[in-house]
């Protein structure tokens, strides 16, 4: 995700997404419905392994999803027409005490209330019949991360941490408007930053993130549990100073993710039908991000986007993500060092 600064620099962010309703087709006919895991990738890119300061952080993220492709299991386009559109507002909540645990920063964060916004529409020429519409808006899931440790190293940041969705959205089975996942999620994190340059303006960032989910109820009357969802955001960036004091910074670089299903769906998709029957889905996306970061006020502003050049069994599209964190510092610390030698990123 992205992330405020303390030291003048950014903070991570990482935030569960409480998936709105989605259905893949794996044919023209039959179709069969899916959900994916609770993750929505994009979230992340710059900065991944650092965490803020002792003190409270707030962001505002807001993330837009939108696909008017569907892909069969091979990749290739599913002819229909159509289109699939989230966009949800996340208030993200992050806490940092001032003692450290096992020599790491211990952090705290929560993402609530995410107010979500969805729409589905799917229709085939060659088969009228099959046609689609769905949508919804309202609360979404909450995403909890009541434990990450945090490590600064000379030249990495680094942190590990569990995190797990609370099914609080709207979920009704067989319903056409459910915001929430309606089940369980746990979720293990980390994020690497490695500094490539001794001034620690140039970055190369890692995020990770290994989902397993509990069960739900289906339109069908069945039970069925999502399969495990491995996800990776990347991104390389430089920060370069808008004045000399490094009092303002803009970071710019290349960011992308990789999501995989890894594990088969439990119970039944249908009655007739064993959820594990379903194919495994995967998508990659290749973008860029910008930063706007004022270190000595802990603010950073960034806007992201990814477009998504592969996947299978699901919809293809594009991520944009764009927002702004704010870290208040306790205690309130100086302006961050200035000079050539001064970290420039967190």
Known sequence: MTKTSTKGYTLSIKSGLAVFICVFVFGVLPVRGQQKGQYIPGQQGLNTGVLPDPGFTYASMTVNYSADTLKNSNGNSVPLSGSYDIWAMENIFYYVPKFKFLRAKLAVMVVAPTAANGSLTLSSINFPNLALEAGGFGIADTWVQPVTLGWNLRRVDFYAGYAFMAPTGRYTPGASDNIGSGYWGN????????????????????????????????????????????????????????????????????????????????????????????????????????????????????????????????????????????????????????????????
């Open 187 to 346: 979720h293990f994190t980390t994020g690497t930053t490695l500094y490539l340059t001794k001034n620690k303006g140039t970055t190369a960032n890692l995020f990770t993130d290994w989902e397993f989910h509990g069960s739900k109820t289906t339109g069908a009357g069945t039970t069925a549990s999502p399969g495990q969802t491995f996800t990776t955001e990347w991104g390389l960036g430089q920060v370069l100073p808008l004045k000399k004091d490094f009092s303002k910074l803009l970071q710019l670089g290349l960011i992308g993710y990789d999501q995989w299903q890894v594990s088969n769906n439990g119970g039944l998709a249908s009655p007739n039908i064993p959820a594990s029957a379903l194919p495994y889905y995967s998508v990659h996306a290749i973008g860029f991000q910008t930063n706007f970061i004022l270190p000595a006020k802990a603010l950073n502003f960034f806007f992201k986007f990814e477009d998504e050049y592969r996947a299978l069994a699901r919809p293809q599209g594009r991520t944009i993500v764009f927002g702004g964190s704010f870290t208040f510092r306790i205690p309130k610390l100086g302006a961050p060092p200035s000079g050539p030698e001064a970290p420039a990123t967190p």
